[in-house]
C-alpha cells in the first residue's frame, strides 16, 4: 500500500470532524478488518492517519478490539509515530478527575489478548523496557502545560481486561502497588505499536478514582466515565493537534524502527523479509 500518512492518532471523531479535505480510507490487513475506516487528513503540514479504536460508533469493547489489525493498518498507511490518548481512571488521591497523565509505563493485566506479531517461525523478543518514546512523552508535556491543563510528568497505567470495572479489592490492590492509572486498552495497542518500529505516545485522560477506594471519592459507572470525558473532548482534541504541528521533522531519528534491529530470539540481526508482516506490504 502506497504510503499516506507519516503521524497516527488512535481517537474518536471529534480530531477529524474539526479538519478539512478528511478522506476515509478502508485498510484490509492479514489479522482482518480494524475497527472501523481510517480518517486522512492534513494538520500543519503532516499526514495524519486517525482511527477510533472502539469504532466511530463506539461499538467495540476493549476486550474485542482487534488490536494487531489496527496497529498493522496504522503502520501499512506509513505511519512512524502514534499518539494514542485514553479515558482512565486514578489511582491515587492526587491524580484528578479531569487532569492529564503523559504515562511512562503499562503493567499488563488483561487475559487471552492477541498481543504479538511474530507468532513464528521467526522468535522475536522485542523490549518493553522504554515502551512510551521520551521525546514525543516531552512534547506532549510542554503542550498540555501550555493550553493550562493540570499534567502528570509520568506515570503507571495498568491495563484491565475489561469491560467490567475493577473490584474495590483490585482497585485497592493497584492502588497499593503505587501505580497512578487504570485502563482497559494500552495494551497490547502500545506495545504492538513497538513491534511495528512505530513510536508511540499515551495521553490518559483522567475521569474518575476507579472503584472509589478512597476516602470521600465515589465508585465509578459509565455515565460519570462519559461526563467527564465529554468535558476532555475538546481540550484532547486541540492539545493532539497542537502536538502534531510540532512533531520533529524525521520521524526515523527517534529511534522506534532502530530498536527492532537486534530482537530475534537466535542473536541474528532481523531482516525486512523474516516476518510475514513485512513479506505482506510493510
Avoid at 491515587?92 to 492477541?114: H, M, N, S, W, Y
Avoid at 471519592?217 to 462519559?226: F, G, I, P, Y
Amino acid at each position: 500500500m502506497t504510503d499516506r500518512a507519516e503521524i497516527g492518532v488512535f481517537g474518536g471523531s471529534g480530531f477529524y470532524s474539526l479538519l478539512d479535505d478528511v478522506e476515509e480510507v478502508k485498510v484490509d490487513t492479514p489479522y482482518g478488518p480494524p475497527s472501523d475506516s481510517f480518517f486522512l487528513a492534513g494538520v500543519s503540514g503532516r499526514r495524519v492517519a486517525f482511527l477510533p479504536r472502539h469504532g466511530r460508533r463506539h461499538t467495540i469493547p476493549p476486550h474485542k478490539i482487534n488490536y494487531r489489525a489496527n496497529v498493522w493498518a496504522m503502520r501499512s498507511l506509513g505511519v512512524k509515530a502514534v499518539i494514542s490518548p485514553c479515558a482512565a481512571g486514578s489511582l491515587q488521591l492526587g491524580v484528578k478527575p479531569t487532569d492529564f497523565v503523559v504515562a511512562d509505563q503499562f503493567v499488563d493485566r488483561t487475559t487471552g489478548r492477541e498481543d504479538t506479531f511474530f507468532d513464528g517461525p521467526i522468535s522475536s523478543h522485542v523490549s518493553a523496557a522504554e515502551i512510551y518514546d521520551p521525546t514525543l512523552r516531552a512534547l506532549a508535556i510542554q503542550v498540555i502545560r501550555e493550553h493550562g491543563i493540570e499534567v502528570h510528568e509520568r506515570g503507571t497505567v495498568v491495563v484491565i481486561q475489561g469491560p467490567r470495572f475493577s473490584t474495590k479489592a483490585e482497585s485497592k490492590w493497584f492502588s497499593d502497588a503505587g501505580w497512578e492509572v487504570i485502563n482497559m486498552t494500552q495494551y497490547p495497542e502500545a506495545y504492538l505499536c513497538r513491534e511495528l518500529g512505530m513510536a508511540v505516545v499515551n495521553i490518559s485522560l483522567i475521569t474518575d478514582y476507579d472503584a472509589g477506594v478512597h476516602e470521600g471519592t465515589e465508585v465509578v459507572n459509565a455515565m460519570s466515565v462519559l461526563e467527564v470525558f465529554e468535558q476532555n473532548a475538546e481540550r484532547i482534541q486541540k492539545v493532539v493537534l497542537d502536538m502534531i504541528a510540532r512533531f520533529p521533522a524525521d520521524l526515523d531519528a527517534l529511534g522506534a524502527r532502530a530498536a527492532l534491529e537486534f530482537t530475534r530470539g537466535d542473536g541474528h540481526a532481523m531482516s525486512p523479509n523474516d516476518i510475514r508482516i513485512f513479506e505482506t506490504g510493510l
